[in-house]
């Protein structure tokens, strides 16, 4: 049945906003040499609260955040600002483009260690509640809980009608 699909559907990508992910980086191969991270984080969906977790052989990499321009040229800031602990844990606190590159001899350069995400705002937060509706008549809601759920109701609905869509195309 569609609709059950649909509510299944719909149910795990609220589910999957709502709580922060640990993304390891690389999977089973970690952080390393001549592995495509852009095609590792290409069907992926980072969002503020989610971690990133670099693991590699102490000594043999590192981790530097670095802009856009540091990723582009493998420009390695200075040392003292690497993550060395070969299970380093990065909290992604803010929305937009983060950068990180290996630091190590020609990591970057001549064996693709980058890495290039596109972190997403976080939407919702479970403190929350989703159930406030819209259409009840005048509710003696505090200003700003009143405000945080007629956008949480908004980010709802655009969700649902998103996934409609897609699953009208995809059956
Ligand atoms: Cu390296």
């Known amino acids: 049945m569609v609709s059950n699909s649909a ?3 719909v ?3 609220f589910f999957s906003v709502i709580s922060a992910k640990d993304f390891m980086v690389g999977d089973n191969k970690g952080w390393t040499i001549n592995f495509d991270y852009q095609a590792w984080a290409q069907d992926k969906e980072f969002y503020v609260g989610d971690k990133l977790v670099f693991r590699y052989p102490v000594g043999v990499h590192n981790v530097f955040k670095v ?5 582009q040229n493998c420009i390695k ?7 060395i602990t070969g299970n380093d844990t990065i909290v992604l606190a803010t929305p937009g483009r983060k950068w990180y590159i290996c ?5 970057c350069a001549a064996g693709g260690q980058k890495l290039l995400i596109v972190v ?8 929350v509640a989703p159930s406030r509706s819209l259409g009840a008549p005048t ?3 505090p200003a700003t809980g009143s405000a945080n759920g007629i956008a949480l109701a908004s980010f709802q609905s655009i969700m649902a009608v ?10």
């Open 7 to 9: 509510i299944i559907l």
């Open 11 to 13: 149910a795990v990508a």
């Open 67 to 71: 802009n856009g321009t540091g990723f």
């Open 77 to 83: 800031p200075a040392l003292s600002e690497a993550l």
């Open 103 to 107: 630091g190590v001899g020609q990591h």
């Open 120 to 127: 997403n705002p976080a939407v919702m937060s479970p403190s």
């Open 139 to 141: 509710q003696d809601l």
């Open 162 to 171: 998103a996934l409609a869509i897609f699953l009208v195309i995809a059956v």
